[in-house]
């Protein structure tokens, strides 16, 4: 059974713009894969359509085995599928606990009719969740901000509580856009580590991002994307050193 | 068995009565495209064109076209306090769209209430009578007022999509429409152009409806029923498409008025829910706001060979 | 005595009306204008199986809850797939086809109106024993709603309305959420449909059409959407300020209009002089409660 994410001639366009083109792509459990390409190259639309956010005009994708074709967003997340998001997409309404609560991989109170039924079930699995977001949120070094809104803490910080959300649903595929950007300091290294760690849990990790050095001190490996294609795959360095994909990222 | 002349009688009176509900729905759908605003206080300008008119005409005396003029200055004036006082205000403080639709609800309720303590709740009409010179085409029955509707709402028809495609006003509006933030950027005034509509729609919302007052019973609360129809007419014909919705109201209320030879005629209001149902059901995709039109770009294919690795 | 009885009973039917359409509107966001509907279904279920099915009015009021949640489903489930303003769209033409095959419908007594319904309460007895049921209700109500808003169920809804592409991406299943709110706001409706069906006796068509809704908004949005006691001040308010003048002793061809001109009048003063609603509501997902909870814990 081939484990990790699989993705098999996938396809997109809107209308004139190609943003996948027969794609092709492994994650590997363990594996930090990064992601780069000059802008338009499709990196992003990539983790929408494996995400299920936009729908394919072909190809598959599937997850330890498991089609995720035509599947809705959600049912990808329960199946062990995360995300973050470039513009984070936090909940501005809700603490940080809380936001990172609503992404357990059950969520108990997400059911009316469970919630009017066992009130007292929930509580518990709700303390459960509690406790490992805590403990999510402990290693992060968020423990302090923990109850405060999420929309009055820091952008670094912001940046962190996008990945723990995207932990709390013990992911076995995390796909991460642009971590770095507009990030410096304490959560640099915060990213890096709980990736790496991620990473040693066999967990497929891809990363989308701009930031060059970022991506060589922490990839296996690198991934070159243009116009929807991967154009090349192998170390970070060989594919900064290669003049033509140099050209290609800064051309044009 | 219906005999062809009777059938044709039926089309030919079924195509005059259309013509009001057409212009109804025209005014409703432009105010939706360009503003983005389910307004429901069109009702309240329909009450006050027709009560206007009815006024002059009605209660004293005055001639027809002082009638006319009446009630599409009523109608004018109307859309213009609901704009300025109303859509701009809310605008401004960035009421959501629910608070907006409220809004016009709302008012098209309080203007009917007005109308009721002014002229009571009784049905009025324009003239004294309902009854208009009848000519014989042929064996079909053609009133002096079927001409005039058909004929009034030709020209608003073509004016208005003369104006929307011509003037300076007109294109301005379709841009807005389109993109208001691009519009803005690119020195068109929103404000400006949301007023222009609203004034456009309230001129096309003031003729019809006095046309319609002279043709039928008119009550305080009439208004809002007569909207609806224009509402079901917008979403069938596709939200943001004026042709559509024009073409859906005619076709709409030929079909309710021609109805009458196949069903019931208690069930005519049920068929217009019915078509709105079908429409809902049947076609999602084409009852929705018209969105934002995405930035086209290309990217030129990499002329790159094998991949290494 | 019997007029306040009555006035009092409608207002605790209207807290339950503004209650469950705030969960609808407000928390679940969802722009629906299809409330009256789901009274009027209610309603007119509970009333013709009391009468024409012979079923025990208890067992009738909470049939016509449940056909009311039924039908909200069925309303609910093509439309909340297309996001933004469909719903609104599906609710018009839903409250307006519904209404229009009553009034055309034989069995439902048509546009004049459905008589003879079976009153809960015997004959000869206290209407205050009715009062007290429709407070119950109302208080039974608000409390529930109150109970699931704030809990994981509310946090759940908040962050829906947040962002609910980020929302469903952590797994969550937003259009069963939002299934599940529509339907529980329009069983309660049905429900207090039922419990007005037995005491007035009387349903017609027109009690229930697009100017009820616009009342029903206003009451929730005058109020204060997502606050517990707003909807409940502006369903109170609303509903007995224009009954205050009926004291005046005017013809009734003035009061009517006068009563609307008031309501209506009020309302749009509400609007551009308060337009965060009578009662503002408190963030309950704000981080200081959260600590609260926690420390309570700890």
Known sequence: MPAGLEVRGLCKRFGGIVVADAMELDLAPGRIVGLIGPNGAGKTSFFNLVTGVVRPDGGRVSLDGRALTGLHIHQRARLGLSRTWQNLRLFPSLSVLDNLLIGARVYPGESLPALIAGPGRLRRAEAADRTQALDILERMGLAGVAHTDVASVPFGQQKLVGVARALMNEPRCLLLDEPMAGVEGHAYEAIQDVVRRLAARGIAVCVVEHNVAFIRDLCDEGVFMFAGKVLARGSVEDLIADPRLTELYFGT | ?309 | MEYLYTLAILMALYVILAASFNFVIGYGGLISIAHPVFYAIGAYASALLARDAGWPIPLAIVAGALVALLASILVAVPSVRISGDYLLIASIGFQLGVLEAIKNIGWTGGAGGLTNIPALLAPGSNHAIYVALTIAVAIATVVLLRWISRGPYGRAMSAMRDDELAFAALGRNALAMKVAIFALGSGLAGLAGGLYAHYFRFLAPGQFDILQSAALLTMVVVGGLRSTWGPILGAIVLEALPQAITFLDLPPSLLGPLQGILFTGLVLIFMFARPQGLIPAGDIWRGRKAMATDARRA
């Open chain 2, 1 to 309: 068995m219906l005999s062809p002349l009777i059938l044709i009688q039926i089309l030919w009176t079924s195509l005059a009565t259309s013509s009001c509900f057409v212009l109804f729905a025209l005014a409703f759908a432009l105010v939706l495209k360009v503003n983005r605003i389910f307004n429901f206080a069109q009702a309240a300008v329909m009450t006050t064109a027709f009560y206007a008119a009815y006024t002059v005409v009605g209660l004293a005396s005055g001639p027809g076209w002082a009638g006319l003029l009446a009630g599409v200055a009523g109608a004018v004036a109307m859309s213009a306090v609901l704009e300025l006082f109303g859509f701009r205000a809310l605008r401004r403080r960035q009421a959501s769209s629910m608070f907006v639709f409220i809004f016009t609800l709302i008012v098209s309720e309080l203007i009917s209430y007005v109308a009721m303590l002014i002229y009571g709740t009784w049905p009025a009409t324009i003239f004294p009578s309902l009854f208009w010179p009848v000519t014989l085409v042929g064996t079909i029955a053609v009133s002096q007022w079927d001409l005039m509707a058909l004929g009034g709402t030709a020209v608003v028809l073509a004016a208005t999509f003369a104006f929307l495609r011509w003037s300076r006003t007109g294109q301005s509006m379709t841009a807005v429409a389109d993109n208001p933030d691009l519009a803005e950027f690119y020195g068109i005034a929103r404000d400006r152009v949301f007023l222009a509509a609203m004034l456009l729609s309230g001129l096309i919302a003031g003729f019809s409806m006095f046309l319609y007052g002279t043709r039928a019973q008119v009550q305080p609360g009439s208004a809002i029923e007569l909207l609806l129809f224009a509402v079901a007419a917008t979403i069938i014909g596709g939200i943001g498409n004026l042709a559509g919705a024009v073409v859906a109201a005619f076709v709409l209320a030929i079909i309710q008025n021609g109805s009458v030879l196949f069903i019931p005629s208690e069930w005519q209001g049920f068929l217009l829910y019915a078509f709105l149902f079908l429409a809902i059901v049947l076609f999602p995709r084409g009852v929705r706001l018209p969105q934002r039109k995405r930035l086209v770009r290309r990217t030129p294919a990499p002329a790159l060979g094998p991949a290494e690795s």
